[in-house]
């Protein structure tokens, strides 16, 4: 394979899909199962920083949000899988008063840069049934760039694009070690190169490749 890549989380089966579609040969190899670790969890949340002190990094985040809708789209159609994808933005209480100019501040921050793509950070008041008084005493901000997802069904839909590419591969049950990652040779598979998307177990195999404390 052009590419090995050590965790099969979201990060790794990205990275997959990713090196898939510029022609490398990869294969995916997990420890455990697919989404053993953080990326398996119950509930995603996808959101740029809030719209204040915006910084290059800030506006990385917000770039890579609005394209992911298209590339969800996209997702399901060519594997029929549902990721549970859904642009429904997020409500935030405003607890104690002096929550409230700072969302000012923010929604200002919003139409600076949010404004362009349609989204907005605004304080709304809130219907009694949404919520409790005591949690929204001064109402709420609506953000509409927000996302949800379902992680478990997003990494079905990335695994079943792997494996079913001609050039692509998962194996699970399979952990890699610093040595054999150094060789570039796991279970007699041998990989041009190598990426550790292991989550924090990423951090003893760098220890052992580089001999740095990483993490």
Same mark, same amino acid.
């Not at 099969?8 to 898939?20: C, M, T, Y």
């Not at 840069?113 to 005493?137: C, L, R, T, Y």
């Given at each position: 394979?052009?590419?090995?890549?050590?965790?099969?989380?979201?990060?790794?089966?990205?990275?997959? /899909?990713?090196?898939?579609?510029?022609? *490398?040969?990869?294969?995916?190899?997990?420890?455990? !199962?697919?989404?053993? @670790? &953080?990326? =398996?969890?119950?509930?995603?949340?996808?959101?740029?920083?809030?719209?204040?002190?915006?910084?290059?990094?800030?506006?990385?985040?917000?770039?890579?949000?609005?394209?992911?809708?298209?590339?969800?789209?996209?997702?399901?159609?060519?594997?029929?899988?549902?990721?549970?994808?859904?642009?429904?933005?997020?409500?935030?209480?405003? /607890?104690?008063?002096?929550?409230?100019? *700072?969302?000012?501040?923010?929604?200002?921050?919003? !139409?600076?840069?949010? @404004? &362009?793509? =349609?989204?907005?950070?605004?304080?709304?008041?809130?219907?009694?049934?949404?919520?409790?008084?005591?949690?929204?005493?001064?109402?709420?901000?609506?953000?509409?760039?927000?996302?949800?997802?379902?992680?478990?069904?997003?990494?079905?839909?990335?695994?079943?694009?792997?494996?079913?590419?001609?050039?692509?591969?998962?194996?699970?049950?399979?952990?890699?070690?610093?040595?054999?990652?150094?060789?570039?040779?796991?279970?007699?598979?041998?990989?041009?190169?190598?990426?550790?998307?292991?989550?924090?177990?990423?951090?003893?195999?760098?220890?052992?490749?580089?001999?740095?404390?990483?993490?």
């Amino acid at each position: 394979f052009d590419l090995g890549i050590v965790g099969g989380g979201v990060f790794g089966l990205q990275l997959a /899909r990713q090196a898939l579609r510029r022609g *490398l040969s990869v294969c995916v190899l997990e420890a455990d !199962r697919i989404g053993a @670790g &953080a990326s =398996g969890g119950l509930l995603g949340a996808l959101m740029p920083h809030i719209p204040d002190r915006w910084n290059a990094k800030q506006q990385f985040q917000y770039d890579a949000l609005v394209d992911l809708e298209h590339e969800w789209e996209a997702r399901e159609a060519a594997t029929g899988l549902l990721t549970g994808y859904g642009r429904i933005g997020r409500l935030m209480p405003l /607890r104690e008063e002096r929550f409230v100019e *700072l969302a000012k501040s923010r929604a200002v921050g919003a !139409r600076e840069f949010w @404004g &362009a793509g =349609g989204f907005s950070f605004e304080k709304i008041q809130v219907p009694k049934e949404w919520m409790d008084h005591n949690i929204a005493q001064y109402g709420a901000v609506f953000d509409t760039l927000a996302a949800r997802l379902n992680p478990r069904l997003y990494l079905a839909a990335l695994r079943a694009f792997v494996v079913a590419h001609p050039m692509g591969a998962v194996m699970e049950n399979t952990p890699a070690h610093a040595q054999q990652i150094a060789a570039r040779s796991v279970c007699e598979h041998h990989f041009g190169n190598m990426a550790i998307t292991a989550g924090f177990r990423s951090f003893p195999l760098l220890h052992a490749l580089v001999d740095e404390d990483i993490g």
